[in-house]
């Protein structure tokens, strides 16, 4: 099997350079990399011309600017390859990096958009070398399900374009595809991962920095999810909370969760000292003792609805026991719509909307 690297380029050829001697240096798996020139200055374009020349590249022009989303469908439409990664110009990757995501790709057939691990943790103390080697090199192999790709550097298996196709142009020239493109690979029954054991950097917004600047950008991003939230409605917040009167459901209770987590609602788990544990990165889990659960649910509900109402949750999912106990306090029972879990989560819920 082989893998197309598909990557947009408008000018900053020192960012490209730096990317394409990363992929040359630490790209181990069998690729071929076509870069689409998308109407370049002089500087960009005779460095793309002599790589091509070179046969390091496929070069594809554009004759005038036509930005990320048409640039990277134009990739996709000449690629035949069994997988293609899509990938900015403004990154670098680690050893290893394409042969980890194409190895979490086959661990499932469901698995059809992969992302690599790109962020370092604040807490971190190091650089981004020593990140990779203590960290990333150790998780070989592994990978958590996620929300959804993100744009900077994702692949995707052929069966997922042969499918739903390409990015949708109504976001050209970016922003909210890569999450729209998402949800419609979600929607076609495919799952979206991380390879935990993959790493590239990304340095960020390089090219549509310079080109809007900080308040063309803030509206550009600003129309966009006008429009990806007219199409898919808004997400919602739910807290759930696991109690000892949910033990024997935990298994159905967590299928339930990863269905909630791929319509894209942002969950938070507050849970006494039981086993249960969702391999998803969107998820948040708060751990309480049990004798303490009940205060410890109160007081979270508490901080909860003192933010502005947008933010606050928008239903609790909880046990009957649990239910009959929020509802005593009409403070909760008045800003919350509590759910009993028979009822709500273990049968289908929240629908994915499209219009």
Known sequence: MDCDIIMPVYNQPSYTKACLDSIKKHTDYPHRIVVVDDASSSETAEYLDKLSNENEIVLLRN???????RSVNKGLNFSKAQYVCVMNND?????GWLSEMVSVALKNAAFGLVNPEWEIPEKFKGSREDYFRIVIKKQNGKFIETDWVRGFCFLIKRAVIEKIGGLDQIFSPGYFDDWDYSLRAIQAGFLVVKAQGAFVWHYKNVTHGQLLKKKGLEQEIIQKKGIFCNRWGKFQK????????????????EESCFCLLRKQVRLVVIK????FNLHHANY????????FLKARVLFHLWRNFLLKPGKRYDYVICSLGMKNFLERFGVVSKRYIIKDVEEE?????????RV
Request: hydrophobic share 45%; no cysteine; aromatic share 8%.
């Open 63 to 69: 004759q005038e600017n036509l930005g990320w989303v």
């Open 91 to 95: 990154t670098v990757v680690y050893p």
């Open 238 to 253: 739910a807290l759930l909370i696991v109690d000892r009167l949910l033990k024997g459901k935990s298994g159905n209770l």
């Open 272 to 275: 006494g000292r039981l086993d």
């Open 284 to 291: 948040f889990v708060i751990t309480s003792s049990d004798y």
């Open 345 to 353: 989560l273990l049968k289908e819920t929240v629908p994915l909307r």
